[in-house]
């Protein structure tokens, strides 16, 4: 048999056909992927529905964190407005006493390099700047 198609091709063919798809049972339409890609489609639903919760209202606004507002994160951690309402960078830090206003992980989405640091030491740098200068002016 003599086909145009290059060998690479085939062998996509050959992983397309492979693939399992049945439907799901109670959902007309949807189709469940067979396969590694079945656990990769379950845990996008669960973030999904993880991103919707806010605090135990759901209201359709994503959970995001009291402090850095940010929205992705592996853990929710407890906070000064309850449980689940800090990343897990700003949990740690408030669990351990040493969240400052100053502090934003460098992925927040509020980050500004001159006003916030993720280094807890560039911090304390920050704030003894602050207070020598307004020492200085009086």
Known sequence: MVTSDPPLLDQAYWLADSELVEPKKG??????????RAAEVE???????????????NNGQPRRCSHCLAQR???WRAGPMGPKTLCNACGVRYKSGRLL???RPAKSPTFVSYKHSNSHKKVMEMRLGILS???GEQ
Do not use: F, M, R
């Open 27 to 36: 959902v007309p339409g949807a189709t469940k992927i067979g396969g590694d």
């Open 43 to 57: 845990e996008e639903e669960e973030e999904k529905e993880e991103g919707l919760e806010a605090g135990g209202s």
């Open 73 to 75: 994160t592996p853990q």
């Open 101 to 103: 206003p100053e502090y």
């Open 133 to 135: 200068s307004v020492n």
